[in-house]
């Protein structure tokens, strides 16, 4: 295995993965080994490492599957099983899944006795290019996306895209989304290569390449600023509406993946932009078209719009009650803290309304 980014950095391409999981359980000082993972990739990843040597059925936490899983109730459960199978301020937690059990997985590990070490392995697309990386973890709290939780960096972030070949289309292009946000924050040359990728019909190997170059760019932003005080906001564009989609879907009983939010949150980000910074219209009219042919279209009327605004207020950018949303000037050229009036956020709903 080799470090992905710098000397430093704390993500690791797997060469050999049980040998490279074994490398870490024992490189790190612990004294007890614990795995959690949900349903679903325990079930599908699970088999891929179970010859492990240091994990163990016993000491094994199985969550249930889905965002909607990614609350207080399975937190709760998960530091009961910590506590009463006998981990201390020595354990280590190994999350084995996608986003949801690396986003809780890390927050329990790191509120567990004040703090245990914890080691992500990313399988899906989206968290081996995003959620398992740079330290964010956290849950959903009385339906707001990631309401609390802490930054805290994973003692090492292991990826082994061959976890990607059982993974669904849907979550397959859900990871994309983030991909495509990266290139949006980057340049214009990364979205020109990205768009052309057949994200439906995937070749591998190349997919691998563009996972790669994906995580130096999250790294980038993460290493320069990594409690989000500044430039890390960029990895936010997109998020301010997405998560309103996300959260309004979920309320419904409709809900969608976060790549997907994401991606109708980037193109009424890309109309603010427009409007607050003169991104061309032309290339958002082209992008929008582009998305939409990607990950469909979220449906909703003007008797949402009051809700999707309350629950934008909730952003974690926020100051002093105002939005404030990452927008671009021009794709790569970022601008953080803007500030958009609640007509100008009406007319970007409105505008994402009528593109279809
Ligand atoms: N902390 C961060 O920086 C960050 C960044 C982006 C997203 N997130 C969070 O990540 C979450 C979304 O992550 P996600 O899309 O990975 O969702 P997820 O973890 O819910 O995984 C999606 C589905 O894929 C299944 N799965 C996992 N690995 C599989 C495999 N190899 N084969 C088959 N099925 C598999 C899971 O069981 C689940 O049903 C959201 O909660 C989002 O808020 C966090
Ligand atoms: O790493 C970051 O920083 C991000 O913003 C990455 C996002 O893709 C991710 O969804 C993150 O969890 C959003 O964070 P939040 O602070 O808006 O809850
Ligand atoms: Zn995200």
Redesign the pocket.
Known sequence: MFPLLSKESNVFIAEDLKKDIEYFISGFPHDKVFLLS?E??YE??YPKIKEVVGLSPERTVIIP???HN?GVETLAKVWHLLSHGGADRKSLLITL???????LGGFAASTFKRGIQFINIP??L??QV??SI?G??GINFEGF??EVGVFNQATAVLIETS??D???KE?IV??FA?MIKHAFIYSADRWDQLKDFDIFNPDYSQLKELVADSIRIKDHFVQNDPLENHIRKALNFGHTFGHAFESLAMHENRAV???YAVAFGMICELYLSHIRLGFPMPQVMSIANQLESIFGHFEFTKDHFDELYRLMTHDKKNDSNRINFTLLEEIGKIQINCQASKDEIFDSLHFYCNIK
Not at 97 to 103: E, V
């Open positions: 949900d679903t990739a599908m990843c599957s889905g965002d990614k899944g996608g986003g949801m059990p690396c986003d399988t899906t989206l968290a995003d959620a740079g964010k973890t996306k990631n976890f990607l059982t993974l669904d979550n859900s990871g983030e993946l976060h790549g």
